[in-house]
């Protein structure tokens, strides 16, 4: 399960939640500045939705997404942690492998957990 830190109590969760990104083009390319996201397709949309979600991570976005859903004076309604899910969902193709093999993991063990205690 995830600490309040944000970090697994357990190695073994993160062992078998390792997801499975297509990364054949960041091997190709090698591309630099892209910690969050890239566009794996050469287009024009993919390249601008990749630099809005890197824009969102550098401000630490994803890391308030994780902290908002584990904070335990404040509990989360469904309704936003529903949100939070369909965001990373729509925005999966383009998240960069390193990315995704640390942050998911992490959001998939704090929504199992605040869906476990919620009160609704």
Same mark, same amino acid.
């Given at each position: 399960?995830?600490?309040?830190?944000?970090?697994? #109590?357990?190695?073994?969760?993160?062992?078998?939640?390792?997801?499975?990104?297509?990364?054949?083009?960041?091997?190709?390319?090698? *591309? /630099?500045?892209?910690?969050?996201?890239?566009?794996?397709a *050469?287009?024009?949309?993919?390249?601008?939705?990749?630099?809005?979600?890197?824009?969102?991570?550098?401000?630490?976005?994803? #890391?308030?997404?994780?902290?908002?859903?584990?904070?335990?004076?404040? *509990?989360? %309604?469904?309704?936003?942690?529903?949100?939070?899910?369909?965001?990373?969902?729509?925005?999966? %193709?383009?998240?960069?492998? /390193?990315?995704?093999?640390e942050?998911?993991?992490?959001?998939?063990?704090?929504?199992?957990?605040?869906?476990?205690?919620? /009160? %609704?």
């Open positions: 399960m995830l600490s309040k830190k944000g970090e697994f #109590d357990n190695k073994k969760d993160v062992e078998e939640l390792k997801c499975k990104v297509e990364d054949s083009y960041e091997i190709l390319r090698k *591309p /630099t500045g892209f910690k969050y996201a890239i566009a794996r *050469p287009s024009f949309n993919r390249r601008f939705y990749a630099d809005i979600i890197n824009i969102f991570g550098n401000a630490g976005g994803f #890391d308030n997404m994780i902290e908002r859903i584990i904070d335990v004076e404040n *509990p989360i %309604e469904f309704e936003l942690l529903y949100y939070f899910c369909d965001i990373l969902g729509n925005c999966f %193709e383009i998240l960069n492998k /390193t990315f995704v093999n942050y998911v993991m992490k959001f998939y063990v704090a929504i199992s957990a605040c869906i476990l205690k919620g /009160t %609704e």
